[in-house]
């Protein structure tokens, strides 16, 4: 069974990405924010895919990939960035940081389930 790592803060979209993800029989890890998520990677097996949003407490999503691509070298995670941040330059950036893929919110959820099935 696959695995993923949901890095959200909202409950209400934890919820929902973690109900289309098991739909597709994946098994769901969740962290609330940038710093519980390393605690996870670096006490876990490394997941087949992570879900990061952008906007987060403490450390946003793209310093956390930088931190999963740079420091842990974990270069072959695809990380699906799924933010409300919707100009081409925060796409262009979360890119350029290691991130795979761009969702904005809010996003139909077949655009999720497809984008998925094209990383893992």
């Given at each position: 069974m696959?695995?993923?790592?949901?890095?959200?803060?909202?409950?209400?979209?934890?919820?929902?990405?973690?109900?289309?993800?098991?739909?597709?029989?994946?098994?769901v890890d969740i962290a609330d924010n940038g710093e519980e998520a390393l605690d996870w990677l670096k006490s876990n097996d490394q997941p087949d895919l992570i879900l990061l949003d952008i906007v987060m407490p403490d450390m946003n999503g793209l310093e956390l990939c930088r931190e999963i691509r740079e420091t842990l070298g974990y270069a072959d995670i695809p990380i699906i960035f799924?933010?409300?941040?919707?100009?081409e330059f925060d796409r262009f950036w979360a890119l350029r940081q290691g991130g795979n893929a761009y969702i904005t919110k809010p996003y139909s959820p077949m655009d999720l389930i497809k984008t998925v099935k094209a990383h893992l």
């Open positions: 696959k695995n993923a790592l949901v890095v959200e803060d909202s409950k209400s979209e934890q919820k929902l990405v973690q109900a289309l993800l098991e739909k597709m029989e994946i098994k799924c933010s409300n941040k919707s100009e």
